[in-house]
């Protein structure tokens, strides 16, 4: 049985994290179940662009990058990303695009085994993943071999160099056992690189705990980093000093300003950093970051798991035309539900135009994230709600939910 608006005020009521909420900008009349893609805007972060733009940019000018920290920014927001990941402070730090870090990791760690000819990934995984994974194999000689889920572990073998997976997938949400498929794949003598773009922030990682030595994820989802945050980068302290970055830029030298011809790599995990750092970038994710205070990740996620049976069961009660394609049992899942319609698409713009933001996946899935940081229960329900009319009333055949826009 579905629960009552009472009982799910009753449930907001008694939220030990319901006061976070407040570090968040929510506009008026809107339910964001967006936030695994798009992270809210911390209040936080308002200010502190302000205050990087007007006086360390404007001010202080280029003396910033000593005298506010900025050369220090992408090891110091490593480092406060560190223990939501279970990661040590010096082996996580924050520079480029998640796609371009996972070049990187790529390229490195292959060249630990050479004659290991295979990259095994998982059919259907994010595609900038595969997309990258593709031009990494052709450029270190791999084999890219994309595997079915349910074959990958029979696929591992003593041909393997890397194995890459999404910890958690972007679609349905499945999850994989971070420690299980990190002992698999050590037995054969193959290393794990886990993109975490849809785990860091919302699911309990321990990747110290779980063997993993490789690693990447997304800073503008979970983290609420603002669009196109910079991404973090994971390499286990163990194995830091004998990767060589692919992209050896000046910011990754053991010594920038000494402006030698010869590349001699940071020691430790500066050497993955390329280019310049991109402060105001960087500043904003600090904010997403700091903004997790006092929020430890297994509260998130109990609590991530009562939105989840909320919102299953508010779906099965009062829009049986949806069908839940995430997997019901916590420990197999993200912090995201998603719902298979053939006419998903349309629904989900309907669902925005009503002030409902989640998002459409091809070819047949809405998608709504659960951040538990700033949700609530009601907004759940109420979402529930207004879903239930544009259903029951057939609003979302309207001509103008089927037009797309280049994001969906
Ligand atoms: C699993 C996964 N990896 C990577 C990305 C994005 O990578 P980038 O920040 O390089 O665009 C996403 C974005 O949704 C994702 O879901």
């Given at each position: 049985?579905?629960?009552?608006?009472?009982?799910?005020?009753?449930?907001?009521?008694?939220?030990?994290?319901?006061?976070?909420?407040?570090?968040?900008?929510?506009?008026?009349?809107?339910?964001?179940?967006?936030?695994?893609?798009?992270?809210?805007?911390?209040?936080a972060?308002?200010?502190?662009?302000?205050e990087?733009?007007?006086?360390?940019?404007g001010?202080?000018?280029?003396?910033s990058?000593?005298?506010?920290?900025?050369?220090?920014?992408?090891?110091?927001?490593?480092?406060?990303?560190?223990?939501?990941?279970?990661?040590?402070?010096?082996?996580?730090?924050?520079?480029?695009?998640?796609?371009?870090?996972?070049?990187?990791?790529?390229?490195?760690?292959?060249a630990?085994?050479?004659?290991?000819?295979?990259?095994?990934?998982?059919?259907g995984?994010?595609?900038?993943?595969?997309?990258?994974?593709s031009?990494?194999?052709e450029?270190?000689?791999?084999?890219?071999?994309?595997?079915?889920?349910?074959?990958?572990?029979?696929?591992?073998?003593?041909?393997?160099?890397?194995?890459?997976?999404?910890?958690?997938?972007?679609k349905?949400?499945?999850?994989?056992d971070?420690?299980?498929?990190?002992?698999?794949?050590?037995?054969v003598?193959?290393?794990?690189?886990?993109d975490?773009?849809?785990?860091?922030?919302a699911?309990?990682?321990?990747?110290?705990?779980s063997?993993?030595?490789?690693?990447?994820?997304c800073?503008?989802?979970y983290?609420?980093?603002?669009?196109?945050?910079?991404?973090?980068?994971?390499?286990?302290?163990?194995?830091?000093?004998?990767?060589?970055?692919?992209l050896?830029?000046?910011m990754?030298?053991?010594?920038?300003?000494?402006?030698?011809?010869?590349?001699?790599p940071?020691?430790?995990?500066?050497?993955?950093?390329?280019?310049?750092?991109?402060?105001?970038?960087?500043?904003?994710?600090?904010?997403?970051?700091?903004?997790f205070?006092?929020?430890?990740?297994?509260r998130?996620?109990?609590?991530?798991?009562?939105?989840?049976d909320?919102?299953?069961?508010?779906?099965?009660?009062?829009?049986?035309?949806?069908?839940?394609?995430?997997?019901?049992?916590?420990?197999?899942?993200?912090s995201?539900?998603?719902?298979?319609?053939?006419?998903?698409f349309?629904?989900c713009?309907a669902?925005?135009?009503?002030?409902?933001?989640?998002?459409?996946?091809?070819p047949?899935?809405?998608?709504?994230?659960?951040?538990?940081?700033?949700?609530?229960?009601e907004?759940?329900?109420?979402a529930?709600?207004?879903?239930?009319?544009i259903?029951?009333?057939?609003?979302?055949?309207?001509?103008?939910?089927?037009?797309?826009?280049?994001?969906?």
């Open positions: 049985m579905s629960p009552s608006l009472d009982e799910v005020r009753a449930m907001d009521a008694a939220d030990p994290l319901r006061a976070c909420r407040e570090r968040f900008f929510l506009p008026e009349g809107v339910i964001y179940l967006d936030g695994n893609s798009l992270g809210v805007l911390p209040m972060t308002m200010g502190r662009q302000r990087v733009v007007e006086s360390e940019w001010e202080e000018l280029i003396r990058w000593n005298s506010r920290g900025w050369i220090e920014a992408p090891q110091r927001v490593g480092a406060k990303i560190a223990p939501l990941i279970g990661a040590k402070a010096n082996e996580v730090i924050v520079a480029d695009s998640t796609s371009v870090n996972l070049f990187k990791l790529i390229v490195a760690a292959a630990l085994a050479p004659d290991r000819p295979v990259l095994l990934s998982e059919a995984n994010f595609h900038t993943d595969l997309h990258i994974a031009g990494a194999a450029l270190a000689r791999l084999r890219l071999d994309i595997a079915p889920r349910g074959e990958i572990e029979a696929r591992l073998g003593a041909d393997t160099n890397l194995l890459l997976l999404t910890h958690v997938h972007f349905a949400g499945f999850r994989f971070m420690a299980e498929m990190t002992a698999r794949a050590r037995a003598g193959a290393r794990v690189i886990w975490l773009s849809h785990s860091a922030g699911v309990p990682l321990d990747l110290n705990g063997g993993a030595e490789l690693a990447v994820g800073g503008y989802k983290l609420n980093g603002g669009p196109g945050a910079p991404s973090f980068l994971y390499v286990a302290e163990s194995l830091q000093e004998r990767l060589m970055s692919p050896r830029g000046w990754g030298h053991a010594a920038p300003f000494a402006f030698t011809d010869d590349y001699r940071a020691p430790g995990i500066a050497r993955f950093l390329a280019g310049t750092p991109p402060i105001l970038g960087l500043a904003a994710l600090e904010c997403g970051v700091e903004a205070a006092g929020a430890p990740v297994d998130l996620w109990a609590k991530s798991i009562r939105l989840f909320l919102f299953a069961a508010l779906v099965e009660a009062h829009c049986p035309a949806l069908t839940c394609i995430s997997p019901r049992e916590p420990e197999r899942r993200g995201h539900i998603s719902f298979a319609h053939p006419h998903a349309e629904i713009q669902l925005i135009a009503d002030g409902v933001i989640g998002d459409f996946r091809a047949d899935v809405i998608r709504f994230g659960l951040t538990p940081l700033y949700l609530g229960f907004d759940i329900w109420e529930v709600q207004r879903m239930r009319s259903l029951d009333s057939g609003r979302w055949r309207e001509p103008r939910f089927a037009v797309r826009g280049k994001v969906t």
